[in-house]
């Protein structure tokens, strides 16, 4: 009797079991070899349901990015003040070693996306990007009807998504503070407490 594979279960296994190699190794050191040895299949078998090792990275790093996103959508419902949701939201990939290592690995796909531009990237990263306007707005509003930000402001959550993006590519600088950077925006944006 013939067994029958969940084609997309087992891509996802196979991404799965290697997002550590990722983390250890980064997408350019990343080789076949390695994902086939510890995904315990054949480089013939990777190459069933992937089609590069690009496509590899890319389903794992999909999983770090839903990952993100239920931490981001957490803070937000959290039963913390605006700023502090707005803090965590974008202190969320530095506040750890764990969370350091997912950093890299999104800047080197920053990196690869920028310069192949491959469509299904740019979708990928268009995705990303409206859910992270979605949960930024529904901070911003409980922030605005709450009186906690500065009514005078015409905060954007689009704006505060490449303000997020700018914190990561400047990030690899000596110069850049992240913390000090957040702190910076959110005393503009944030009502001083009396």
Same mark, same amino acid.
């Given at each position: 009797?013939?067994? @029958? $594979?969940?084609? #997309?279960? +087992?891509?996802?296994? &196979?991404? =799965? ?6 983390? !250890? ?39 770090? @990015? $839903?990952?993100? #996103?239920? +931490?981001?959508?957490? &803070?937000? =419902? ?6 502090? !949701? ?43 990007? #409206? ?64």
């Amino acid at each position: 009797m013939a067994i @029958i $594979v969940n084609k #997309e279960e +087992k891509r996802k296994n &196979i991404a =799965l079991s290697c997002r550590e190699l990722l983390l !250890k190794h980064g997408i350019d050191k990343l080789t076949i070899s390695q994902i086939a040895q510890t995904a315990g299949v054949g480089k013939g078998t990777i190459y069933e349901y992937f089609e590069n090792k690009e496509d590899i990275v890319f389903e794992i790093i999909t999983t770090f @990015i $839903v990952e993100h #996103e239920k +931490k981001l959508e957490e &803070i937000s =419902l959290a039963d913390i003040s605006t700023r502090e !949701k707005l803090f965590h939201f974008f202190y969320l990939l530095f506040e750890n070693e764990t969370a350091k290592k997912h950093l890299n690995i999104y800047k080197e796909f920053l990196a690869i996306s920028l310069t192949h531009e491959a469509k299904e990237m740019l979708e990928f990263s268009e995705q990303c990007r #409206e859910k992270f306007i979605m949960i930024l707005n529904r901070i911003l509003e409980v922030g605005t009807t709450s009186g906690e930000l500065n009514g005078e402001m015409q905060i954007s959550a689009s704006s505060l998504v490449l303000f997020g993006t700018g914190l990561v590519v400047d990030s690899r600088l000596t110069t850049c503070n992240v913390e000090q950077e957040i702190d910076r925006l959110l005393n503009i944006i944030v009502k001083e407490r009396k």
